[in-house]
């Protein structure tokens, strides 16, 4: 069982970037999923989360408006909407899918620079 991220890069502030998040090995639709992130130096954090079936979303405060979280059970993916990016938002960032079992994936670099 494992989650494999996907999408990061370089973009400049302001740009856009869209991370995926493909589950294999089980039941994705049963697990709520959350999107971290972690910049050097400081500690991980959570930076939106959305429940199994979709219907609700959290976002933390420093995202919120910019970053939109989404997934899709048929396909086993959730994705991350990054809008609007900023040199904060510079960090890698995992997937995580929650419920009996908690699985992380490997994390992807997002750097936001000119």
């Known amino acids: 069982a494992q989650l494999v991220e996907s999408g990061g890069g370089l973009v400049q502030p302001g740009g856009s970037l869209r991370l995926s998040c493909t589950a294999s090995?089980?039941?994705?639709?049963?697990?709520?999923m959350k999107w971290f992130r972690q910049a050097p130096g400081k500690e991980r954090e959570v930076v939106a989360d959305?429940?199994?079936?979709?219907?609700?979303?959290h976002y933390a405060d420093s995202v919120k408006g910019r970053f939109t979280i989404s997934r899709d059970n048929a396909k086993n993916t959730g994705y991350l909407q990054m809008n609007s990016l900023k040199p904060e938002d510079t960090a890698v960032y995992y997937c995580?899918?929650?419920?009996?079992?908690?699985?992380w994936g490997q994390g992807t670099q997002v750097t936001v620079s000119s």
């Open positions: 959305i429940t199994r079936s979709g219907g609700s979303t």
């Open positions: 995580n899918a929650v419920f009996i079992r908690s699985y």
């Open positions: 090995g089980f039941t994705f639709s049963n697990y709520a």
